[in-house]
């Protein structure tokens, strides 16, 4: 089945314990972004990648990080959370970034709450 | 920049009736995409319907359309004979198809919580 896979899907953790939130597509999607959701902001783009090796910043990228290493995988980094990193996370992908009806295909979401 | 509003926080409707969800966007690029997503309760992001700047005709899937007004900026979502199944939270969303730093990136809008009543 075609499909975005994240993990974890829920974590609590403390404020600035490292953590990982993986993302990986199974389409050979060129294209991968994550996204958080917060109530009332709908949601925000952290970062993308056009492809292997190339990342660049969204909307919101501070305190994240990200790597592009493989075509499949796109993991976010939060290298010292905080609570305000407390929130509903997306990773999306699609076959290149902009072509007419070109879908983002979401995956099921991460849901993080930093104490 | 871009912008996308939705103005209706909530929305209520009977069972098996049309409603109209509202979406009103701001861009000065000519070529842009509009995109509506659900999102149940469980959370997930389901794509619903596709709109190009340069589309003629409204776009249509099963029981959602488009209602495409470029000169007013407005993309609003109809949906044809609500069923239970429907009620979620949608999201109006719009990608610069003109390249540049946008890349891609999806705008949302605030979303609206749909409840439809039996």
């Known amino acids: 089945e075609a499909q975005v896979t994240q993990n974890p899907r829920y974590l609590i953790t403390v404020t600035g314990k490292k953590l990982t939130v993986t993302c990986s597509q199974n389409?050979?999607?060129?294209?991968m972004s994550w996204y958080r959701q917060d109530p009332g902001l709908g949601l925000r783009q952290i970062y993308y990648?056009?492809?292997?090796?190339?990342?660049d910043k969204g909307d919101v990228p501070e305190g994240y990080k990200v790597s592009r290493k493989e075509k499949r995988n796109f993991p976010l980094i939060l290298e010292s959370p905080s609570p305000n990193q407390t929130s509903l996370y997306f990773c999306?992908?699609?076959?290149?970034?902009?072509?007419?009806?070109?879908?983002?295909?979401f995956g099921a979401g991460s849901r993080l709450t930093v104490l | 920049a871009q912008k996308i509003t939705q103005t209706q926080p909530g929305m209520f409707v009977q069972e098996k009736e049309a409603v109209t969800l509202d979406c009103t966007y701001d861009?000065?690029?000519?070529?842009?995409?509009l995109f509506w997503y659900k999102q149940p309760s469980s959370g997930e992001m389901i794509f619903l319907i596709y709109?190009?700047?340069?589309?003629?005709q409204n776009a249509t899937e099963g029981r959602y359309s488009l209602n495409f007004q470029k000169a007013r900026k407005s993309a609003n979502l109809v949906i044809s004979a609500s069923q239970l199944g429907d009620s979620a939270m949608y999201f109006c969303?719009?990608?610069?198809?003109?390249?540049?730093?946008?890349?891609?990136?999806?705008?949302f809008g605030q979303g609206t919580i749909l409840t439809v009543h039996p």
């Open positions: 999306a992908s699609s076959f290149s970034s902009y072509l007419g009806a070109n879908v983002l295909t």
């Open positions: 389409m050979n999607h060129e294209y």
């Open positions: 990648s056009m492809n292997v090796e190339v990342t």
């Open positions: 861009t000065s690029d000519p070529s842009y995409g």
């Open positions: 709109q190009g700047s340069y589309d003629q």
């Open positions: 969303a719009m990608r610069d198809d003109a390249g540049g730093t946008s890349y891609g990136k999806l705008t």
